[in-house]
């Protein structure tokens, strides 16, 4: 884990306490603005048991595809771009 990933994880941490905490003004403001009955049109609507068994099943059935171009490094954690046996960074064996 790199610096930059525990930094976002503080920054997690901190904005889901700061919600939690003033959760009753959250709900009140998003439901002031509209979004609350918005999503629930958009869930009464389009969000039905079958639609998300089948949004489920392509999720599971077509492949990402990020998995064979975007590898990272287990050393450096950087990106690696080609594929090869050694990272270009660090020139570690990824491979
Ligand atoms: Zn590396």
Redesign the pocket.
């Known amino acids: 884990m790199t610096i930059a990933k525990r930094k976002l994880g503080v920054l997690i941490a901190m904005a889901a306490v700061i919600l939690l905490a003033n959760a009753a003004t959250v709900v009140f403001w998003l439901n002031w603005i509209g979004l609350i009955p918005f999503a629930t049109y958009l869930r009464d609507e389009y969000l039905t048991g079958t639609s998300i068994t089948v949004i489920i099943a392509i999720m599971v059935l077509v492949p990402s595809g990020m998995a064979c171009c975007a590898r990272r490094?287990p050393?450096?954690d950087?990106l690696l771009s080609r594929r090869g046996k050694y990272?270009s960074?660090?020139?570690?064996r990824?491979g």
């Open positions: 490094c050393v450096c950087c990272c960074e660090c020139g570690s990824v």
